[in-house]
């Protein structure tokens, strides 16, 4: 089976604090993966060393069965922690904003959001909905984006 993420040996040191200590986990296509540990574990660290938001000290990490990290980081989506919106306006005027990333009509826009059960907020500005229907629009986003519908297109449609 295709692994989708593979790390080996991935080492991260901040200054004299090794944050990721040695990881290697193999993620096959199509599997949900979780990691857990205490705060300060060092899940965050691991998961920005696998998005290329910061560089490992040592070790190695292959996506898509490829060491071409640049091109394969492409087709992935990602939420780390807060998503990042603009607070002022509408969950649909957001996505406005981010359609740049793949052209998308309004009815497109509307379309995902009933998908990601946010049908009847699109209009309230985003800084009134809760912590998890923010969450919800940053998967929006990541829909619109293309890598998590490629992702539903080969696995559930
Ligand atoms: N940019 C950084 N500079 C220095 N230390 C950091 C940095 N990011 C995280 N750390 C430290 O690395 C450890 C792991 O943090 P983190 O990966 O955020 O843990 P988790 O997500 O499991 O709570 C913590 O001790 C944290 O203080
Ligand atoms: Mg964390």
Known sequence: MECVI?????LKVYGDLA???GVSVKVRKGDIYGVIGKNGAGKTSLLKLILGLTFPTSGGIK?????DLSAERKRIGSLIEEPALYNGVSAFENMKRFSYLSPTDDEEINRLLEFVGLGNVGKKPVKALSLGMKQRLH?????LWNPVQNFLNDFLL
């Open 19 to 21: 944050a990721v200590k």
């Open 139 to 143: 998967l929006h986003f990541l829909l």
């Open 63 to 67: 996506l898509f069965g490829s060491e």
């Open 6 to 10: 593979e790390t080996e040996s991935l």
